[in-house]
Each structure stands twice: as C-alpha cells, then as structure tokens.
C-alpha cells in the first residue's frame, strides 16, 4: 500500500489528504496548528471562489458573489463535496451542488467538517506536529522530520504549507516576488471580526448619495440586506478619506504611500450556523507591504504591528462609520493572511497568460475561474483585478504540481509553479482544493504503478480523478 504523507491541513492539505487515502494509499496529514483549513479557517477567509467564472469586482457584481449562481459551474469534486457537507451542517450560504461565485461558510463548522471528512476516508491526522526537515536517499525525497524527532517515511511527500516550506527544505528551486526582490510580493491582511455593529445604519449612510456607489449597486445592497443575504460593502472611501484628513486614518507598516482612499478595506456581514449575522462584520484590510514572509524576524515586527492597526482601524469605524458607535474588535484571525511567497518552480510554469487566455493543457487536472487578484505593492493605488477573458475558465496543468528536479515530492495550493500573475488566481480557494486533491491521488497512484509522479501516465490520473468526482 502507497504510503503518503501531506505536510499542512490547510486548503489544499485537507484535499490531498483525502484523495490520497480514497485512491488506497495510507496516509498521515501533519498540520501544525490544533485544526484544519489553514487559511480558510484559522485565516477568517470564509468565501471560497474560483468553482465558476469569478467576474470583474465591480460594485455590481462584488455585492452579489455570494448570491449569485452566474456562469457555468465546473470545479465539483471534493471542493463541492465540502461545501456540500457544510450547507447540510448550517456551515455555508447556497444550495447543494451548486456553488455561488464566492460560497460563504462557518469556518468554526468548516473546521469539524473537514477534520470528519479526513477521518471518514481513513487519514491520520496529527495536529501540533511541524515539519522541520525532510529525509533524503539520493536526492529522492523519502519523507519528513516533524518537531516531536519523530522521522515520517512516506513514498511521496505532499507539500502544502502556502509557503512551500518542505520544498525549501528539500532544496527545490523556487521563485518569490519580482526581479530578484522576495519583498516585491502582496501585502498581508489579518482578518478580523468586529462585533456590535447596527448594519442598517451602515446600510443607510451607504445610500444617502455621499458615497461613490452606483444606484445598480445600492438596489442590490438593499435587496440583499432586507431579504436576509450576504452581501459585500467596499469600504467606505469618501469616510477614509475625511479620517485621513483629520489625522485619524492609521499608516501600514511598510507603506509610506498608503492612500486611504484606494486602500483595501472591504466588509461583509458574517455567515453562522446557518444565517448571516449582520451584528458582526468581517474587515478584509490589507496591513503589510513589501514584507518577505518567510523571513520571521520582519514577519514577526509587521505581526505586533497589524495587530496594532487593527485596533486602530477599529477606533476609525467607531469614530467615522455610521451603524459602528458602539462596535469592538471582537477577533483577530490566528493564522496571518499571506497572500505571496515561494512559487516552486515545476514542470511547467503556469504564466499569466494562460490564465487570462483560458488555456487549455493536455495534463489538465481540472478548472479556475478566479480573477487575477494581485493587490497593489504599496497601498498607494487601488487593486485592479482582471477577470479571465469572455467569461471562461482555464484548465490547471498537472506538470505545476510536480518539483521540476526533485523527486518523491509534490507540491499543492498556492505554492505551486505559477508565475507572479498566474499565482493572483490559482491562489483562490477552490483552486487550491483542485491542486489538492489531484497531488493527493497522483501520489497514491504513481506508488501503485511503480513510477515517479512526474512520470505517471496523464489518461490514468484524469480517470482517477473522473472517479473521485473531480470535472476535467
Ligand atoms: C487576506 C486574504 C484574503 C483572501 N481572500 C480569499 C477569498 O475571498 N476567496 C478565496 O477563495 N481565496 C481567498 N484568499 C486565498 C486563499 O484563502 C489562500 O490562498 C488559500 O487558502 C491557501 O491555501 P493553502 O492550502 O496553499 O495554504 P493554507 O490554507 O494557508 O494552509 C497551509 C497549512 O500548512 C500548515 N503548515 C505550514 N507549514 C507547516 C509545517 N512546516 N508543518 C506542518 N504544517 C505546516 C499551516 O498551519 C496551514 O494549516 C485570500 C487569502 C488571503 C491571505
């Protein structure tokens, strides 16, 4: 039997794992942290996008994402089996097998859900276990050294810890930020939760015309709100602007350009137990630039100090934000948001041309359809997304999934071989989950048949995965 280790229980973690064990292999998921989800979970990043074509984030379409069933759906598989399981559960907005174009969940349900799944199909997950270094026999990765001395051996090795971080330890080449600068990456957000909020005021100062919103998106905004629905507010630019005026807009660390105006600062009511909950908000707040974050020393300073801006955020919502005179910080998210660090460089390399054209690969693996969302480097211009060209979806390459020298490895979620671009998109959540789940089954599979991934045979792959579920 293949024996398979995934190294992170995150977003594509949770996915390689049950795939790998659903394809017959015995496997161990080793996630540092006491849950999983990673970034979806511990992040407070409740909104999966990329299962159908992601439009333009005008604020037409922004507001409705999460209502909004438009374009063809064609990411299924264990992506949809989750979100499934969680709108059974109360933990997602939707209706069964079909996704809207951002699906919003529980990450609280999202966490047991995803910890069952694991253990439904036979994964042995180990919380509180951090991979340190990987054991090597002739180049050939054999498996890892976790915290506890513990030695893992595994006839594949499944990286997906965001950074890539046994792909590092394994030596493997990878590129992060532009021209030589691992700074020259996306800045970082913590989400956070902000608790007491009497939205229908925010709702009404947002259509009393001293705003910048179309009259299309202030009629959705209302529907959305008085029937009971997510929905999404762009910040509220016109009341940044006037704080900064007044010196009461926080600077971000690293930015000596922050434009509060064109800051990223959008909220959304969250989803609970099967309701939104429009008495508390969810801040998506970019905080730090130009940080390298798999360097602790500066990730730990930009750490203290968006912990910090937070809190001052939070005092400007108080202040400025009609609906949040009496609201508080009620969380911060655990796990950072990081959007950008090490692409390991595979096979192939996924361009952002390929994402924008909607190309298609004979080693296709499945589908994205997630805008390239590459936020601005300093906070001095608003963030331009673009959305892949006539509406279409392109097809994910098996060949990023696979380190281009060293083998006994593969790598999952947004570490894969995707340039700066091309990483704007297949970053999102669905894409991880797809990348997840075929690294987990080619593990499984090129054991069995007695070859290295990089050589597994495609037609064998593509069926493996037709028979999980997985649309190709
Ligand atoms: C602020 C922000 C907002 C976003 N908004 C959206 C959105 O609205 N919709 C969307 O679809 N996507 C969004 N994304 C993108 C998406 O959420 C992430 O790119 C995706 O979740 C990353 O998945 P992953 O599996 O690569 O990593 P993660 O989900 O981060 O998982 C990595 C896991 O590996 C573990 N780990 C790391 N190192 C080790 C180690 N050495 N040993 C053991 N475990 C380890 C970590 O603890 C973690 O659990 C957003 C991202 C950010 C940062």
Known sequence: MAKVVVVG?????????????RAGADVTLLEQSSYLGGTMTG????????????????????????????????????AQEMIDRLIDAGGAYGIPGQATIRVSFDPEIMKVVIDKMCREAGVAVEYHTKVTAVLRENGRVVGVKANFGDEIVADHVIDTTGDGHVAWLAGARYEQGEKGDPTYVQPISMYFLMGGVALDKTIDYACSGREDFSEGYLRKLRKLYEEGKPLTIPGLPRLREVAAQAGDYPGAFGSTTLNPRAHNNILRPIFRNGRVVYDITMHNVDMAYRVDATDNKTLSEAIGSMRDFTLKIGEFYRKYVPGYE???????????????????????????????????????IGYCGATVDVHNIDGS????MTAIRGGRLYQIPYRILVPEAIDGLLVAGRCVSADRVACGSIRQQAGCIVTGQAAGVAAALATDQGVEARHLPIGLLQQALKDQGAQL
């Open 326 to 364: 009496n609201a508080y910080v009620l969380q911060i998210a655990d796990n950072i948001g990081i959007r950008e660090t090490r692409r390991v460089v595979g096979a192939y390399m996924l361009t952002g041309e390929d994402v924008l054209e909607a190309r298609s690969f004979p080693d296709s």
């Open 9 to 21: 229980g995150g977003t594509s973690g949770f996915a390689a794992a049950i795939a790998a064990a």
């Open 43 to 78: 992040g407070l990043v409740p909104g999966i996008v990329s299962l159908r074509h992601q439009p333009w984030r005008d604020q037409e379409t922004l507001v409705e994402m999460e209502t909004s069933h438009a374009g063809d759906q064609v990411v299924q598989g264990i």
């Open 381 to 384: 211009e608003s963030t331009r």
